[in-house]
């Protein structure tokens, strides 16, 4: 009788083990999906970034959504299942926060940046003065009405007393990042882009840095949003973003800290 219980208690245990590899794998497996809205100017850098995050956190997963910010904004008003956005401008985020869409006590500003004056390489162009002139064809800007980087860029011309005489050169893009592909193709003699976007081509060189006041100050804040199942994994991610290790990666892109 001992020896068949002796048999019987070593098929237990070695069932309880056999039963228990494929538990503890699926609990290693175990991953957290993080659905982010991202401004399109951020697009490199965030890349880099969510891959030093998954160094030490191979469980998070992440699911950019790149576009204009307010493209992004109008989507997420419109039910788009997203647990955090990252804004090139703080006007997407203020009527996000009015609806009430954010979780409260998110929001925060990440970075700052600054807007510059773009040609192709061979180009004569040399100041915001000479975008009147018979040799600038088409400028290249922002939507206006979406894009954060064309808000900024009209405030610029505006402010130097531009803008009425250039609108009928001036083809708006869907994003900055379409802005610098126009001027990089030529499609575009002159764009109005972030430097963080000029800074990544080798198509283009900067004419001239946008006076800072002379358009609002570029911030990028970032917010939770109040339909998200993944509070802890937003909230850490958060504070990785601010963290040296990351902040590090931003400046090389040309980002400055909020």
Not at 81 to 104: C, I, N, R, T
Not at 221 to 235: F, I, L, Q, T, Y
Request: glycine content about 8%; some cysteine; hydrophobic content about 45%.
């Amino acid at each position: 009788m001992s020896a068949k219980r002796g048999l019987l208690s070593i098929f237990a245990v070695a069932s309880m083990v056999v039963l228990g590899v494929p538990w503890s794998g699926c609990r290693a497996s175990k991953q957290t999906t993080l659905t982010i809205s991202v401004a399109a100017s951020l697009q490199d850098a965030i890349a880099e970034v969510e891959t030093a995050y998954q160094r030490e956190n191979a469980g998070v997963v992440f699911h950019n959504n790149f576009g204009s910010s307010g493209t992004l904004a109008r989507e997420i008003e419109q039910g788009a299942p997203v647990d955090a956005f990252l804004s090139a401008g703080v006007k997407p985020v203020d009527q996000l926060e009015a609806e009430g869409l954010l979780q409260p006590g998110s929001r925060s500003d990440l970075l700052r940046n600054s807007l510059v004056l773009i040609a192709p390489k061979g180009s004569n162009l040399e100041s915001f003065d000479q975008l009147a002139e018979k040799q600038v064809r088409l400028i290249a800007l922002g939507d206006p009405g979406s894009v954060p980087a064309g808000q900024y860029g009209k405030q610029t011309l505006v402010s130097m007393h531009l803008y009425d005489q250039l609108k009928s050169k001036i083809v708006l893009g869907k994003d900055v990042r379409q802005v610098l592909t126009y001027v990089e193709t030529g499609n575009a003699d002159a764009g109005l882009v972030y430097a963080t976007d000029a800074k990544i081509s080798n198509q283009v060189r900067v004419v001239a840095v946008a006076p800072e006041e002379s358009h609002s100050p570029i911030i990028y804040p970032m917010a939770e949003m109040k339909g998200s199942h993944n509070d802890d994994a937003v909230r850490a991610f958060f504070a990785f973003l601010k963290s040296p290790p990351a902040q590090a990666i931003f400046a090389r892109y040309g980002f400055k800290a909020a």
